[in-house]
């Protein structure tokens, strides 16, 4: 840092003792004005120099700061709006079973009871908690406020106030197709 003023304070050279000189304000150590001292010294260059400094610490703050906030912040995905779509294979919801897939917005649960698909909203309509399935009553439970459906989605008992939106499903091949009902 670049000395800005007179440094010998009178505190300091009474410490020093009686042969130290006391150098009139406005000059620096060695008898030379200020004025003269500073002559040389190119204060454009440090205004120059402040500002590359201040441009790396906010490149550097920046990289650090861009993955964190990537992190927190999750990427938003897409969802391509269809009226059709094959969800997964037929082997994955077997006899008895029930699968939960994508479905454009929503989350559907397809079932397969004795060969037959039932496909309905796995958002269950009270909170939107997702609906399990139980294959032995063949009923879908909500396990946030225990709304009980019916496997083609009507409502049992419980909190919610609609029943839950039925899709259709049919089997293509080995895939599972879901449609708007
Ligand atoms: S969210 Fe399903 S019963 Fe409340």
Same mark, same amino acid.
């Given at each position: 840092m670049a000395q800005t003023g007179n440094f010998k304070s009178p505190a300091r050279m009474s410490s020093l003792g009686d042969g130290a000189e006391i150098s009139a304000a406005g000059s620096v150590p060695g008898g030379k004005p200020r004025e003269t001292v500073l002559k040389g010294v190119d204060f454009e260059r440090r205004g120059f120099l402040h500002k590359v400094v201040g441009g790396v610490g906010a490149i550097v703050a920046a990289t650090t700061l861009y993955p964190v906030v990537k992190y927190i912040i999750p990427p938003t995905k897409e969802i391509k709006m269809v009226n059709e779509l094959n969800v997964g294979k037929i082997s994955e919801v077997p006899d008895g079973g029930a699968k939960i897939f994508q479905f454009n917005e929503d989350k559907v649960i397809v079932t397969n009871v004795g060969g037959t698909l039932t496909a309905v909203s796995a958002v269950c309509t009270h909170l939107g908690c997702l609906v399990t399935w139980?294959?032995?009553?063949?009923?879908?439970? %909500?396990? %946030?406020h225990g709304a009980k459906y019916k496997q083609t989605g009507e409502i049992i008992s419980g909190p919610q106030p609609k029943p839950l939106k039925l899709y259709k499903a049919k089997i293509d091949g080995d895939n599972i197709v879901v449609s708007k009902a």
């Open positions: 139980k294959a032995d009553i063949k009923e879908y439970f %909500c396990p %946030c």
